[in-house]
């Protein structure tokens, strides 16, 4: 009887508690994306990334795997490495692939 009570506990918590998002400042060292802020949301598979300077905003569906997030669109793949916080950006047509750095940041508090 004990063991049925632990076993119907165990099934009414859930196996994976929906993991807040992950918001990071991502340097490169180019003239057109200098400052990147990305948010990474696993639960919903969401990647959003906004140009610091021009505010201009992406947003990508990511595929995660243990140590990386990997994003793109039609000419362009991200990769941010989950381990040493790094941003790669690969576009094959313009300046080939460029590497930079990223902060964890943590949420802040809201008014609304």
């Not at 076993?7 to 009414?12: R, S, Y």
């Not at 990474?40 to 569906?61: G, K, M, P, W």
Request: aromatic letters at 8%.
């Amino acid at each position: 009887m004990k063991r049925a009570l632990i076993i119907a506990a165990a099934l009414l918590v859930p196996a994976n508690a929906s993991a807040e998002p992950i918001y990071l400042s991502c340097t490169l060292p180019t003239k057109d994306q200098p400052k990147l802020d990305v948010t990474i949301d696993e639960a919903t598979t969401n990647v959003s990334v906004v140009n610091v300077v021009t505010y201009e905003v992406q947003l990508f569906r990511g595929a995660f795997t243990r140590d990386l997030v990997i994003f793109q669109d039609a000419n362009t793949k991200y990769v941010i490495s989950r381990t040493k916080q790094v941003f790669i950006r690969s576009t094959p047509l313009l300046d080939g692939v460029v590497t930079g750095q990223c902060a964890l940041h943590p949420p802040l508090a809201r008014s609304f």
